[in-house]
């Protein structure tokens, strides 16, 4: 029996994913966490094989996270989740030794497979996900589904973005949204960061590609 835990901050998701996976043969769901703060409270007790972990948990940096898990079990195996097809958090959380990422639309086979495997002692990475490291490697890789932006941009977060597109600076995007510099600042490194793109000229190439300019 391949024992799973799955941690995702979108509760309907979470569930869903819980009761379908908990049907499968040979596989039992022992538990759930909605944030990473709740996993960690968790984690030391918890007999599993395989951790789920969404790529992006509001309440805590995916690196910290991470390192938190491998104190307390280095021994974990962690299959990453995301919405994300053209990524770079791949490259940072490989430092710390997680078997898989998968897209979080795979079908149902191709999760058992990455389940399956990694429980196996192998390591599954879609090859949906494009992970290169060069510029061109990522020039048609980061096209979201509109139904998934809202997923994974606030509305704040999307109003910034919107504003770095129209070339206002962070001390005009503060005054305009009634927001400190610093916050700002802030908004701007995780939209970095959650859309796998490396500057401002990264952000105004996903903002066209995704139709997101007025």
Same mark, same amino acid.
């Given at each position: 029996m391949i024992r799973v835990f799955i941690t995702d901050d979108h509760e309907i998701y979470l569930e869903g994913l819980a009761l379908l996976l908990g049907k499968q043969d040979g596989i039992e769901v022992i538990g759930t966490a909605i944030s990473g703060k709740d996993l960690l409270g968790q984690i030391q007790g918890l007999q599993t094989d395989i951790l789920l972990l969404d790529v992006y948990l509001p309440d805590?940096?995916?690196?910290?996270?991470?390192?938190?898990?491998? /104190?307390?079990?280095?021994?974990?195996? &962690?299959?990453?989740?995301?919405?994300?097809r053209g990524t770079r958090y791949i490259h940072k959380l490989t430092r710390h030794n997680i078997q898989g990422y998968l897209l979080k639309? /795979? /079908?149902?086979?191709?999760? #058992?497979?990455?389940?399956?495997? =990694? *429980?196996? %002692? %192998?390591?599954?990475?879609?090859?949906?996900? *494009?992970? %290169?490291?060069?510029?061109? !490697? +990522?020039?048609?890789?980061?096209?979201?589904? !509109?139904?998934?932006?809202? !997923?994974? @941009?606030?509305?704040?977060? #999307?109003? =910034?973005? $919107? @504003?770095?597109c129209k070339e206002y600076s962070n001390a005009e995007i503060a005054e305009k949204l009634f927001l400190?510099?610093?916050?700002?600042?802030? *908004?701007?490194?995780?939209?970095?960061? $959650? @859309? %796998? &793109?490396?500057?401002? &000229?990264? #952000? =105004?190439? +996903?903002?066209?590609?995704?139709?997101?300019i007025d």
């Open positions: 805590i940096g995916e690196e910290e996270l991470l390192q938190g898990i491998r /104190a307390c079990r280095p021994e974990m195996k &962690v299959i990453y989740l995301t919405l994300l639309n /795979a /079908a149902l086979e191709e999760l #058992l497979t990455a389940v399956r495997t =990694v *429980h196996d %002692g %192998g390591s599954y990475f879609s090859k949906d996900i *494009h992970i %290169g490291d060069r510029e061109e !490697d +990522f020039r048609n890789t980061i096209t979201i589904e !509109d139904r998934q932006i809202d !997923d994974i @941009l606030s509305r704040r977060e #999307l109003e =910034v973005l $919107k @504003l770095i400190s510099v610093s916050t700002v600042e802030t *908004h701007r490194k995780n939209l970095i960061a $959650k @859309l %796998g &793109v490396n500057n401002t &000229v990264g #952000l =105004v190439k +996903f903002a066209l590609r995704n139709n997101l």
